[in-house]
């Protein structure tokens, strides 16, 4: 199966990967999300770390994938459209969007689920030591 | 000289076919274009004699006798014909009954045997799918345990294509002959690379291909021993009676004849070649071991062809590794890599984790072959593991200390 040039670029030059810190670190650090999804068996996981401020923007997300090409490249991608965005923002991105962005095959559709499920994961676990809801719109975006 | 780029290692998938082949092969394309059928003129005999020349090249390969030759459009076709026609023979029940007779197979046999195998389960007959030990071989003790009065069949591949292990295929054979149940042996791996003898090492009917000798695509045969004892077959393929009667249909006259020649070529070029690949693929295996960390070689350390190894990188997806090492050619037990999405059965079967299934490369090398690409692919490959663990999650877990194997992924 040949891949999309935006799959390769962001496979040979993949965009912010790295961590906020270790595993033990950022489980206690308030101002990082953490999302890990997916399973080694299954061929893919992906680690999302966020680093929102007090305004409730994500300043900076870092991954790290255990996956296919196309794995690599949406969650390399995540990172890119998260930077910048408000939390409530973020939950707006779509898995059809990334699909459209890098043109993936249908057999690759779950590459661009897991991505999604990993930044409503890390948005989760941001939510969750900051005392919040996690389903429900932060307070920064009520107003 | 400089390395032409990208480099094939997945000689076990196909080969090139070799330039001397394809000069036999190029006369009985439009020169001498007759049917071997036809028994009355010049144009019939020359075709005839090109057919007969390479039944004795194809024969002389595994020590038989030339009459013992069916020719098939490849192995998957001789498996299909060994499998069903000999079920159809030897059954203990008529067609359409159950208790028909017992076959013993592998779980991690190529599909062209498998799936025979599990249509004539549908069909009446029972089959005993053999699990292999975590070296992924196939005893002679394993078959004998499984063995029942009512076993008319067993096919067991001489060498796995996935991971190159060698079965303990004089020893079944012995076995199935002492015991009078019908042996064959899926030798597509095997034979042009491994000294081959079907009346030293016991064999009835025996499966290879062109395409995997440096021969063409789309022709193989079928070795079916005529005495000690004569083995029957039903065709599956009805018509003018080619062939013995066993495989109709005009015969693929240059095929053959290519097929042929490669038999020859590997008969005279193998002992060479064996010594060759062998250092290459050692080569491959100690160099990538020693400077890759959690590597695994899968599969018998010693029983094992020369020219395949499948070596799992932990913590790397095998897809994406293909993706890093794109100057390679070569093949991944990884889920992505397959049209089922599962990770490779040949793995799973041996009892290597899903994960380092997904995480496997396989490698196999061939007649071109040169140090010189070995060394470029140790580079490459090491090279995509170091690009691909700095990204991998899991990688970093294993340098925390973590046991990944004991985390509750939450699978999606």
Known sequence: MAYSDKVVDHFQHPRNVGSFGTSTDVAKRTD???????????????????????????????????????????????????????????????????????????????????????????????RKKNGMAADSATHAATH | MALKLPIYFDHAATTRCDPRVVEAMLPYFSEKFGNSSSRNHKFGWESE????????????????????????????ESNNLAIKGAAEIYAKAPAGQTGRGHIISAIHEHKAV??????????????TFLAPGTDGVITADMVAAAIRPDTIL?????????????????????????????????????????PTDVERDHIDLLSWSGHKIYGPKGVGALFVRRRKPRIRLEAIIDGGGHERGMRSGTLNVTGIVGFGKACELCQHEMEHERERVVKFRRKLETELSRRIEVTQVNGHAEKRLPHVTNISFGFVEGESLMMGVKDIACSSGSACTSASLEPSYVLKGLGVGDELAHSSLRLSLGRWTTEEEVDFAIEQIVAAVEHLRLMSPLFDLHKEGVDISKIQWQAH
Not at chain 1, 40 to 61: F, S, T
Request: charged share 25%.
């Open chain 2, 114 to 127: 498998l799936d025979p195998c599990k249509r004539l389960q549908r069909e009446g007959f029972e089959v």
């Open chain 2, 49 to 76: 004699d090109g057919v007969e020349l390479a039944r004795e090249q194809s024969a002389a390969l595994i020590g038989a006798n030339p009459k013992e030759i069916i020719f098939t459009s490849g192995a998957t």
């Open chain 1, 32 to 126: 990082v999300g953490v999302g890990i999804v997916g399973a080694p068996e299954c061929g893919d996981v992906m680690q999302l770390h966020i680093k929102v401020n007090e305004q409730g923007v994500i300043e900076d997300a870092k991954f790290k994938c255990f996956g296919c090409g196309s794995a690599i490249a949406s969650s390399s991608l995540a990172t890119e459209w998260l930077k910048g965005k408000s939390v409530d923002e973020a939950l707006t991105i779509k898995n059809t969007q990334i699909v459209e962005e890098l043109s993936l095959p249908p057999v690759k559709i779950h590459c661009s689920v897991l991505a999604e499920d990993s930044i409503r994961a890390a948005i989760a676990d941001y």
């Open chain 2, 154 to 194: 067993v096919s067991i591949m001489w060498a796995n294509n996935e991971i190159g292990v060698i079965n303990e295929i004089p020893q079944i054979g012995k076995l199935c002959h002492d015991k009078e149940i019908v042996f064959h042996t899926d030798a597509t791996q095997w034979v042009g690379k491994m």
